[in-house]
């Protein structure tokens, strides 16, 4: 039962957002503008342009509510893509010209565009995990613990510290693969 509380949660906030409820983007703002903020500056680097792209992605939000498929995955998951996808077209469009005045090459700046990319994902993927998976991963990854004193420190048995650890590391190896493409907004990568 615990499963079906963000979808329809998600269902009734886009009805909520189609009606032009008020109380219903601050509602999503609260719940998500450090997620929004955090990837874009993930991409970004920069204060000032991930604040824009918060508001630009809240904007396009409130104003195409009905963008969101819920059969394409959580209004969590469409927005995280919405951010990422406005947060490289502004990346494009910053890295045009280097700061060093020399010159960027389309091969460098799309590298770059991938390398943030899949650090993005991998930052939304570890925060949308489920809490025993990111804290076994935490204790492995930070603390430099072996299964057995994650197990220990998480008071679970070694396999179930192991099943964890590997589950975990299977969900951060997809942050190198393309997200489907399927539930982008028509033009969205360009300006908003």
């Not at 993005?120 to 004193?149: G, H, K, N, Q, W």
Request: proline residues 6%; neutral net charge.
């Amino acid at each position: 039962m615990a499963n079906d509380a963000p979808p329809r949660w998600d269902r009734r906030m886009q009805q909520r957002l189609a009606r032009g409820e008020a109380a219903a983007l601050a509602e999503l703002y609260d719940r998500f503008a450090s997620l929004v903020h955090n990837l874009a500056h993930r991409v970004l680097e920069d204060e000032t342009a991930a604040d824009r792209v918060t508001r630009e992605v809240f904007g396009y939000v409130w104003e195409n509510p009905d963008a969101y498929d819920p059969q394409q995955g959580s209004l969590r998951a469409w927005i995280a893509m919405l951010t990422q996808r406005q947060a490289v077209h502004r990346l494009r469009e910053s890295q045009t010209v280097p700061a060093d005045g020399g010159t960027l090459t389309t091969e460098a700046l799309e590298e770059r565009i991938r390398e943030v990319s899949v650090a993005a994902r991998a930052d939304y993927i570890v925060t949308s995990m489920p809490a025993p998976l990111r804290a076994a991963l935490e204790l492995a990854y930070f603390d430099r613990r072996d299964y057995r004193e994650a197990a220990a420190a998480l008071g679970v048995t070694e396999d179930e510290a192991r099943r964890r650890l590997r589950l975990g590391l299977q969900l951060l190896s997809t942050a190198h693969v393309q997200p489907p493409r399927a539930i982008s907004p028509p033009g969205y990568g360009r300006a908003l």
